[in-house]
């Protein structure tokens, strides 16, 4: 009996996840660092987590690919960047930030609510990693130096600061016939500051944390429609945690919901009313229908558009978007996505 019993429990021992450990290591990216709130919020995700019996170490880093890069050589056991970044360990969540696909706050909470539901665990997982939390960073807006550029029109000809590891907005940029300047989340501001292009987007924290006012200066402006929503995400090796510790790391990510969002709201409430470039309510229907026909594309990897989108995704984001507006084009389309 004690034999049988011992060697149960050294199989039990032999097969428990690594980080049940109850320590792990994270690589936070927050462009300004320890001073950032990206990296102040995972500090209090860290003391929540604490108080669940994990204990995580923060390192911050203002560089997102040597933060990505510490993380696939083992420097740290968790990485918390955005999700373009994470697309390449989660192509589901990682397309949570496709261009046009989230056009409102309300929507956003829907979805990250319905994401941190312990029935969404098993879409959390995917080739050997696993989403440990999802949280907003906040719309993607177009920063222009010149408030003429307020059509999708008017970007032809342009040149675009535009990330160079980002498929989806290479390929956006070319279908407005703007002129892609390969950039990277280190550079970008300052391409935009110093007029090397004519324009870039961005959170509406890099309005004052970037400096981009210096770019917008008197004749520029920011065009009042999101491009996408960006969130921070926190992913790591599937055994890393437990299942159900895996899941009170989402839950605890998703209690900081209004926290993140207050952060976001005070970051656009600060940029001077007369900045925003407003457009019309007939625009934007005409820009959310072109959005749709490239998520299509780039979903299905069609009309030289590269694969980037999970069709999961990208289902559940028209649900969300035609439960909020129901009497959108898009929901009598016979090509919904």
């Not at 933060?67 to 955005?82: K, V």
């Not at 959170?203 to 770019?215: M, R, S, T, V």
């Not at 001077?272 to 934007?284: A, L, S, T």
Request: charged residues 25%; aromatic residues 8%; glycine residues 8%.
């Amino acid at each position: 009996m004690f034999r049988k019993t011992t060697a149960a429990l050294l199989m039990a021992l032999a097969v428990a996840p690594v980080a049940q450990a109850k320590s792990a290591s994270m690589c936070v990216f927050d462009v300004i660092g320890a001073n950032g709130d990206v990296y102040n919020l995972m500090k209090d995700y860290a003391l929540e987590m604490k108080g669940q019996g994990v204990d995580i170490q923060l390192k911050p880093y203002t560089d997102e690919g040597v933060a990505l890069g510490d993380f696939q050589s083992g420097q740290c056991d968790i990485l918390a960047a955005t999700d373009i970044r994470i697309r390449q360990f989660n192509r589901f969540t990682g397309s949570i930030s496709a261009v046009g696909a989230i056009p409102t706050y309300d929507d956003l909470r829907t979805v990250l609510a319905t994401l941190a539901q312990p029935k969404a665990a098993k879409l959390m997982k995917e080739d050997g990693y696993e989403v440990l939390g999802i949280t907003p960073a906040g719309a993607g807006y177009l920063f222009v130096n010149d408030r003429s550029i307020d059509t999708a029109g008017e970007l032809a000809g342009k040149r675009m600061a535009t990330l160079d590891y980002q498929k989806d907005a290479i390929h956006m940029v070319d279908y407005v016939k703007a002129t892609v300047v390969p950039s990277d989340i280190t550079n970008f501001a300052g391409k935009f500051n110093n007029g090397s292009v004519d324009t870039a987007y961005a959170p509406a924290f890099a309005y004052e944390a970037l400096e981009l006012y210096k770019g917008v200066g008197q004749d520029g402006g920011i065009v009042d429609y999101p491009l996408a929503q960006l969130t921070i995400q926190l992913v790591a090796k599937d055994d890393a945690f437990s299942d159900e510790m895996a899941q009170a790391s989402r839950e605890t990510v998703w209690g900081m919901y209004g926290q993140a969002m207050a952060l976001v709201e005070k970051s656009e409430k600060n940029i001077p009313e007369k900045q925003w470039i407003r457009i019309p309510d007939k625009d934007i229907q005409g820009y959310q229908e072109m959005f749709r026909e490239n998520r299509i594309e780039l979903r299905d990897g069609v009309n030289g558009a590269p694969e980037v989108y999970d069709p999961k995704m990208m289902a559940l984001l028209s649900k969300v978007r035609c439960a909020s507006n129901p009497g959108a084009s898009e929901c009598t389309a016979g090509n919904r996505e």
